[in-house]
């Protein structure tokens, strides 16, 4: 059976690929209480393989990460366009720590529950006012 099912060990396979490839047998692994990737290993083997299911399983709610992009934008999702620059008020000489922990702060406390404020992955296309990892310095 391909695919993933419920925490319990399950087959996954690949199309179309050589039958020298066989499928392997996964075992679902716990996650930490912030973790973002869905752990599963191999019975008998090193290592272990993850799988970060931001769409079809969104961890929003426990998600704890924060984003300083290359610069100087705090991003606080992926998924969500607002950005705060931390650059800025850095370079501002009158700027003071407690400033910056307002700033920070401030920026958590508008974190939305799910998806950066988007219903769902159309959602977040449809905006295209994200930047990419790739252009984030990510």
């Given amino acids: 059976e391909d695919g993933i099912d419920g925490g319990n060990a399950a087959a996954v396979g690949i199309d179309g690929a050589d039958d020298a490839i066989s499928p392997l047998d996964l075992q679902r692994l716990s996650d930490g209480p912030n973790d973002t990737t869905k752990w599963w290993s191999v019975p008998g083997h090193l290592g272990r393989v993850g799988f970060i299911t931001s769409m079809s399983n969104h961890f929003c709610g426990t998600c704890n990460r924060l ?3 290359a610069d ?23 700027t003071t720590r407690g400033d910056m922990e307002l700033l920070v702060g401030a920026a958590v406390s508008r974190k939305t529950f799910a998806l950066g404020g988007h219903s769902n992955a159309e959602s977040i296309r449809k905006a295209n006012n994200n930047r990419p990892m790739t252009l984030i310095g990510g």
């Fill in 67 to 69: 984003r300083i992009t």
């Fill in 72 to 94: 100087g934008q705090l991003k606080v999702c992926l998924f969500g366009s607002k950005e705060v620059s931390l650059r800025d008020a850095m370079r501002d000489p009158s």
